[in-house]
């Protein structure tokens, strides 16, 4: 006999109160109803129901055993939805978290076209820049950028990030251009200091080789929207992502130095718990990302000089 027909069989006595109107529901006689239940307890060697001539009632077990059964249906009759006629449907919740200045200008934006496209989903979305624990904080999740530590999360790139130091023109003016990175010893800089902060300092290519330097800082800050603020006031050297500076330089409130010392890019990347088989709505969540990043129009319209989300 098929297990699954048993199962739902259970749920429709347990939750219809009785073999009789279970059998009425599927329109067969309550004898095929009550052979199935032999069955399956015979099977799981537990009694679930006690029967009497007036009433039916879930033993200890039964009661446990429902609840699970019920989520198996549920879960059984989603897995067939989501696809259906050829085509993949997404349903349910997801839990995304980003970097907060990234995730206003990058993420954000992107949330109602994904849930327009996806009328079943719904989406929590947190921006925090600590280093959040995906399971067990609960998140499906996470996009990060720069380079990842090593852990057993799954993780995939989703584009590339180009860092660079930045300055005001007046700054510069006033305390100098750096010429190669040793330089940037003897600049004020403006440090990020968080749980992902660059602890071993700013990365450049010196000879073929990535070198880093942490320059002397007077002023950090935990958030990279507050250290770029400070860059076009005119405070330091800042060591910041291309997307988040494009603007100011194509209007000169900011300009590059060292450039010739650029270290290779490092990635934007989705990152989410090893699982054999994602959900459907976090594959498609991350494909429609990763999409976006993917046309080049996209971050072209980045050096328009919009101003970020609040």
């Not at 010429?179 to 403006?190: K, N, Q, S, Y």
Request: hydrophobic fraction near 45%; glycine fraction near 8%.
């Amino acid at each position: 006999m098929d297990r699954l027909k048993q199962i739902e069989t259970f749920v429709a006595v347990a939750t219809r109160g009785s073999l009789t109107a279970a059998a009425q529901a599927e329109g067969v006689a309550p004898a095929v109803i009550g052979r199935r239940m032999d069955a399956l307890e015979e099977r799981l060697g537990v009694k679930l129901l006690v029967r009497t001539t007036r009433r039916l009632a879930l033993t200890h077990e039964g009661a446990a055993f429902l609840e699970n059964c019920q989520r198996l249906i549920t879960d059984f009759n989603t897995a067939e939805a989501e696809v259906s006629e050829g085509g993949v449907k997404a349903r349910g919740h997801l839990r995304i978290t980003a970097p907060a200045g990234f995730g206003r200008r990058h993420v954000a934006p992107l949330v109602p076209q994904f849930l327009a496209e996806h009328p079943d989903v719904s989406l929590s979305l947190n921006l925090s820049d600590r280093l959040v624990d995906l399971v067990n904080d609960g998140y499906d999740c996470a996009i990060r950028v720069g380079d990842l530590p090593d852990s057993s999360l799954v993780s995939q790139r989703l584009a590339d990030n180009r860092r660079m130091v930045v300055a005001s023109p007046a700054y510069l003016a006033r305390a100098g251009t750096p010429r190669h990175p040793a330089d940037i010893t003897r600049h004020e800089g403006l440090i990020l200091s968080s749980e992902a902060s660059q602890t071993r300092g700013w990365a450049f290519t010196v000879e073929g080789q990535v070198q880093h330097v942490r320059p002397r800082a007077r002023l950090d800050c935990t958030d990279g929207q507050v250290l770029h603020a400070w860059c076009l006031q005119g405070l330091g050297l800042a060591w910041r992502s291309w997307w988040e500076v494009a603007a100011d330089l194509k209007a000169g409130r900011l300009v590059t130095v060292l450039d010739d010392f650029a270290a290779p890019t490092n990635g934007i990347y989705a990152v989410y718990a090893q699982r054999k088989h994602l959900p459907v709505r976090l594959r498609l969540w991350i494909d429609f990302v990763k999409a976006q990043y993917a046309d080049p129009a996209y971050w072209a319209q980045q050096a328009v000089g919009h101003e970020p989300m609040a």
